[in-house]
């Protein structure tokens, strides 16, 4: 079964933010996501959340460079703050990347770095039942510069962080982009992936608007043991509603 989240920082952006609350659970979605809390009237969110009986099911947890170690306490900060707010929104998924990369550093530093930062949140996390996901991004086209474009690196980093709460955010759009082969990645790995996010390629936009068939895609996540979330994270080309109802039409058939 595939459940379906919407970032509704992407979606409906016609309408106020609790405007765009209600017509997640109008277009039939019973999740919704959005990027920083920091910009965010969080009470007023958890409130609409509540009354419109949706489920938060990710935001982001951290914007501090992962990257650089002389930003490794700062960055560690960052995170436990943000997990201190999912716990009074009931999130339990926290999303971060990995940063820019550091030019005066090597890769291998930079890689090191990340998992340090990651391993000293570890434990805090597993007392708070919350999971960071690690989201590569793609930079041949949307973040040049960003350190973690490679799903499989940042499969290495999660197994030298050997956390249950500590997984990748499998963003099929920039995994396309990046590396393709995204359905046998996604059945090696599923048991390192926490939350997904989907758009088509190019142009991230909806799902039937590219080259990637999602009918198949989600056919192989439902063969799968996974139980958290599939976020839509892109820009409808056309009506956001139409859009979201036909991703909710495959996650049904999946």
């Known amino acids: 079964m595939i459940h379906v989240s919407l970032c509704i920082d992407m979606l409906f952006k016609d309408l106020p933010w609790e405007q765009r609350i209600a017509r997640v659970k109008e277009v039939g979605a019973t999740a919704f996501e959005f990027w920083s809390w920091k910009n965010k009237d969080l009470e007023q969110t958890k409130a609409l959340a509540n009354q419109h009986g949706l489920t938060i099911a990710a935001m982001v947890g951290g914007q501090t460079a992962l990257t650089d170690p002389a930003l490794n306490k700062q960055a560690v900060a960052d995170i436990l703050a943000s997990v201190e707010q ?35 949140v570890a434990k805090p996390l597993e007392e708070a039942g919350v999971t960071v996901v690690l989201e590569p991004l793609n930079t041949a086209v949307n973040h040049k510069g960003i350190y973690l474009a490679s799903s499989y690196e940042g499969y290495e980093i999660l197994q030298a962080v050997n956390s249950p709460r500590v997984k990748l955010l499998y ?34 936009h909806e799902p039937g608007t590219g080259e990637l068939n999602y009918g198949n895609i989600f056919k192989a996540i439902a063969a799968t043991d996974y139980q958290g979330y599939v976020g839509c994270e892109f820009q409808p080309e056309g009506d956001g509603t139409l859009a979201v109802k036909h991703v909710l039409e495959l996650a049904s058939e999946a």
């Open 86 to 120: 999912a716990k009074a929104l009931q999130v339990e998924t926290l999303i971060v990347t990995s940063g820019p990369e550091q030019e005066h550093l090597d890769r291998q530093t930079q890689h090191d770095s990340i998992v340090t930062v990651l391993q000293q």
């Open 171 to 204: 963003d099929v759009y920039h995994q396309q982009i990046t590396e393709g082969n995204v359905i046998a990645n996604i059945q090696e790995h599923i048991q390192w992936i926490g939350h997904f996010h989907i758009a088509d390629v190019p142009g991230r």
